[in-house]
Each structure stands twice: as structure tokens, then as C-alpha cells.
């Protein structure tokens, strides 16, 4: 069956499923909401949340947290993972109901009773992971649950023109009738801003936007969320990230262990303020950079190129040292290390550890050596998200532990837990599966499972892609532990405060070359964004 045949097949047995949806028309105008007596009902905020507690078996997951969002206003929602920003959202939208508190919009109290009464208010969320048929086009995905129908028909052409209206008013860069599973992660993005636009939402939810997007997407993202603004869209942005919240927020408000904290003026705030607001504790020195006397060479890499993705790329890393690579999303960083680790074969140059040529062949074979590759998506491609902890960590080394056809359990276990307990990891026990964790202790559960070989070389591709601020300050001091232990460290990172902040040296990468080279007191972020867009190829590099 084609894709398309099997999209269709697939969006008329969804149009089943939500055949009780009827098209959105009943949706409360903000400034038709009447008071009693019939007078319009005047209010500073569009909405306002006070005293809401939700709880769940055993679990305060909200305790009395408050919260006030201005008309055409960009507030920034942040706090730890498990601060109860998610379950908070869920309230807003229908997909909870709290035991204590109020909910206004407009100085009118609501009560929903699930997510259409709140998509018929006006809210909608556009969440991390969009939630999207891939076999379906655009405008299928737009028009879910509340399909364009006359004569018990689906009007087809007229959806695609309306989503191609919503996708123009978004600039997008691809047409409603496009195959959604062919879209990006910020095009698939856009997709579901133009589905809250399609319900008509006066105030749209971003749950964690840009932490998918390279740094150009998220240029991308912050010019769309001034353009909602400036349509009168009021907007709750959650984010990890303080350039978010810079960029696009005029207030921010920091949970923390369920609890509602504060809530700051953006240009009155400082990162030490809001950092402490959100763990509880000063984190004086964000990024532990420890002095490190740096032993011998462990790796050189010499002219390595691979048709298409990187040329003439050479640089070395000493035991001790962090080499920061660094450059905008597609100039080659990853591809290099792929090279270097067996994922991939360069089609020309060397590869030196401890001073001798090595010919490798696959990633097995890299790690036997002593090379190791932390991916980027460690959901993916660094942990078996089902698995406990335990078998995570020994995953790479699980046949030390057979015997005649049996593995040694306990030794097992014994191994992971101490690597666990090495790195910090929160968890219950080993047993807990990995898709349990918060994302920062799944990367302290990914480096555990590098310390459990005899690695020299450890390649941190995004570390923190995705992580709070006390869990980053965490993963920057196994960093800084790992240095001091001799290991040859390369972070890859497009986070510029961490590449300047954990850096000996920086190399630079631009269009799949080398660009520039840069020591730890000489970089700036003006000199590494210069570099980075250097189109010259030879220009700036020592």
C-alpha cells in the first residue's frame, strides 16, 4: 500500500475515532465574556490561575501555585524537571482537574471538564515531541478533530486553503498538502502552531520549543512568536534555556518541587537570581572548569575528509583536556567524530591514539581501543529506553560476564550500581527503567555506561541538550571529574556559554571545514560566531 493510500485509510479511521468533535465555533471571545448584570467583565490578565493543587496517589504534583498571563504577553515558565511545570499545563488545558484552586480567563471563572471545553476557550499546547500522523498531508494534520465538513462531507479544498493560509501567516516553507513524516522537527513544529491557530487559540502553550531546534530554527521560532504577539496571542513558553527567555519573555515565572516561587521582571533578574530561584541553592560557579595538568597526546586526527560532509579537518586532544567543537548545526562536528568512533569511514586522512595509526572499522571496534561516542539523542541511539539502569550500563561489556552461557549477575549488578552512585544518578534502584528518568540523569546513566569500559577518548556529542540548570551544573562537574581522572574529553555543543565555559582549546568548524582554532583565554562568543559563518577556508585557522 502507498503512503498515500495508507494515510487516507488512516485519517478516516481517526475521523472515526473523533467523529463526536464537531467544527470549532463556540469558542469564548475574550472581549464578548459579560459579567453579571451583563456588563463586560474587565480583567489585567487573560488568565490567572490561584491556589491550584493537583494530586495524585501519594504525590503532591502541584502545591498551591499561582500564576498570571497578560494579554499579548510572552511569559516564560521554568523550574527543574520535575518542578510540576507539565502537570501545571495539563490543568490549563483540560487534561487534569485539580483538587484546590480557580481558573479565570478574562476575570471569568472556568471550570474544564477535559481538552475541548479548553481548546473551545481558546488555550492550545504545542508540546516538545510534536504529535503528528506522518502518513497524513498538512492540512490533515491542522484540521484533526475539527475537519471543514458541509453536507456530511470533508471539504478538502477548502482545508488545504485555509492551512495554507495559517502556514502563510507563519512563513512556512512547505505546502498543506505536504506528507507531514517528510517535514523537520521545527517544520512539524510550525505545523502544530498553525493547528492552535486553526482553533482559533488566543493563548498557545510552547512546551520546550527549541530544544529539538539547531540555532538557526530557533532564530526561526523567536520571529513567529513576536508575530503571534503582535497578533494579540498570548503565550507561555516553557524553556530550560535562558536565551529563550531573554529573547521572548517580558515576566518569568520559576517552580520549584511543585511549589509556585516567584514570579520576576526579565530585565530585572539576574542568571545567579534565577538560578537560585529554580534549584534552591547558588550555583557560584555554573561551569566547574578545574585546572588540569595535561598529560601526552591521546588522539590526532590528519586531513580527515568524507565526501559531502567534511574536508581536510586535523586537530588533537591531550589526557586531561576538554577540546571544545563547536560551529552552526550542519557544519560537520558530529560527522567528524562518527569518523573518529567507527560509525562512519572517512574516505581520506589518519587517525592516532597514543601516537599510533588506527584503522577503525566500527564503533566495537573504537571502544575496544578506548573511544567512546556519547550521542546526542540518548534516547535513541545512547539507552534502551525499556531497560533497567543496570543492564544500560554493562550493555557494552555484558559478555565479561557470561560463563559457559551465564552471566554473573551479581557482579553485574555490583558494576552499574557503583558506576550509578559515581555519576550521582536519582534513581530508585538499578532496576528502574531508564524512560523513568529525568533527561539529565539519563545522560549521568549514558556516561556510566562509558566508565564502565577502559576508555581514553570520551566524545560528549550535546551533553546538556535538554537538561535544567542543576542537572547541566551536575553533568559539567562528571566533566570536569573525568578530566581530572586523564581522560581526553571532546564536546561537541552549540550552547556557546558551555563551549566557552569548559573549554581548554576551541576548534571551530564552518561548511564542513576547520575554520579556527582558539585557547580558553582568548575566545570570545563574538570570535567563535565569526568563525563559524568564516567562509573562507583557510582564513582564521592556526
Not at 491556589?51 to 503532591?60: A, L, Q, R, S, W
Not at 521554568?78 to 481558573?103: D, L, P, R, Y
Not at 586522512?349 to 577503525?360: A, H, P, R, T
Request: hydrophobic residues 40%; negative net charge; aromatic residues 6%.
Amino acid at each position: 500500500m502507498s503512503n498515500i493510500l495508507q494515510g487516507k485509510e488512516e485519517y478516516f479511521t481517526l475521523i472515526q475515532k473523533y467523529s463526536h468533535y464537531q467544527p470549532v465555533g463556540r469558542m469564548i471571545e475574550y472581549n464578548q465574556i459579560k459579567g453579571k448584570g451583563g456588563e463586560r467583565a474587565v480583567s489585567e490578565y487573560v488568565l490567572e490561575l490561584k491556589g491550584i493543587t493537583k494530586i495524585f496517589p501519594g504525590v503532591k504534583a502541584l502545591n498551591n501555585v499561582q500564576f498570571q498571563l497578560k494579554p499579548g504577553e510572552v511569559h516564560a515558565l521554568m523550574g527543574e524537571n520535575g518542578a510540576g511545570k507539565s502537570t501545571f499545563i495539563k490543568v490549563i488545558t483540560g487534561v487534569h482537574k485539580a483538587e484546590e484552586g480557580e481558573m479565570f480567563l478574562n476575570g471569568q471563572k472556568v471550570d474544564f471538564k477535559g481538552p475541548k471545553d479548553a481548546q473551545e476557550a481558546g488555550i492550545a499546547a504545542v508540546y516538545q515531541h510534536p504529535t503528528s500522523y506522518p502518513h497524513l498531508t498538512v492540512a490533515e494534520n491542522i484540521f484533526m478533530g475539527h475537519e471543514i465538513i458541509k453536507h456530511h462531507m470533508i471539504q478538502w479544498k477548502e482545508m488545504n486553503q485555509e492551512a495554507n493560509k495559517y502556514l502563510g501567516e507563519l512563513d512556512a516553507d512547505f505546502d498543506a498538502t505536504a506528507e507531514m513524516g517528510t517535514l523537520s522537527v521545527a517544520q512539524q513544529q510550525m505545523v502544530e502552531i498553525a493547528k492552535a491557530l486553526s482553533t482559533n487559540a488566543k493563548i498557545i502553550i510552547l512546551d520546550e520549543p527549541t530544544a529539538a531546534l539547531t540555532r538557526n530554527e530557533s532564530e526561526k521560532l523567536y520571529t513567529l512568536v513576536d508575530k503571534l504577539k503582535e497578533n494579540g496571542v498570548s503565550i507561555i513558553f516553557i524553556s530550560h534555556r535562558f536565551e529563550d527567555m531573554y529573547r521572548l519573555a517580558s515576566r518569568v515565572t520559576v517552580f520549584r518541587d511543585s511549589q509556585y516561587i516567584g514570579t520576576y521582571d526579565v530585565n530585572g533578574i539576574t542568571n545567579a537570581d534565577l538560578i537560585k530561584a529554580m534549584v534552591g541553592r547558588e550555583i557560584n560557579d555554573l561551569f566547574p572548569k578545574p585546572e588540569v595538568e595535561l598529560g601526552d597526546e591521546m588522539l590526532r586526527i590528519e586531513h580527515l575528509s568524507r565526501t559531502g560532509f567534511f574536508k581536510d579537518v586535523s586537530f588533537n586532544v591531550r589526557a586531561g583536556e576538554i577540546v571544545g567543537l563547536t560551529g552552526l548545526v550542519g557544519a560537520g562536528r558530529t560527522e567528524v567524530m562518527e569518523a573518529v568512533s567507527g560509525i562512519t569511514r572517512p574516505d581520506e586522512g589518519k587517525v592516532f591514539l597514543e601516537g599510533k595509526e588506527v584503522y577503525i572499522k566500527t564503533p566495537s571496534e573504537a571502544m575496544e581501543k578506548g573511544i567512546i561516542l556519547l550521542p546526542e539523542d540518548r534516547q535513541k541511539q545512547g539507552l534502551v529506553m525499556s531497560w533497567g539502569l543496570g543492564r544500560n550500563v554493562t550493555l557494552p561489556i555484558i559478555s565479561k560476564y557470561a560463563k559457559s552461557g551465564f552471566n554473573d549477575e551479581k557482579a553485574e549488578r555490583e558494576l552499574s550500581k557503583k558506576l550509578l552512585e559515581e555519576v550521582d544518578t536519582k534513581a530508585v534502584d538499578i532496576f528502574q527503567p531508564a524512560s523513568s528518568l529525568s533527561g539529565g540523569n539519563q545522560q549521568k546513566v549514558v556516561v556510566a555506561k562509558a566508565l564502565a569500559q577502559e576508555m581514553k577518548v570520551v566524545i560528549m556529542d550535546e551533553p546538556t541538550k535538554g537538561v535544567d540548570v542543576g542537572a547541566k551544573a551536575e553533568i559539567y562537574a562528571i566533566m570536569g571529574d573525568l578530566a581530572k581522572k586523564g581522560y581526553a574529553i571532546i564536546l561537541i555543543s552549540s550552547e556557546m556559554p558551555e563551549i566557552l565555559g569548559m573549554s581548554d582549546r576551541i576548534i571551530v568548524m564552518c561548511n564542513g571545514r576547520k575554520t579556527g582554532e582558539l585557547n580558553r583565554g582568548e575566545a570570545t562568543q563574538e570570535g567563535i560566531l565569526e568563525l563559524s559563518m568564516e567562509k573562507s577556508t583557510g582564513k582564521g585557522t592556526k
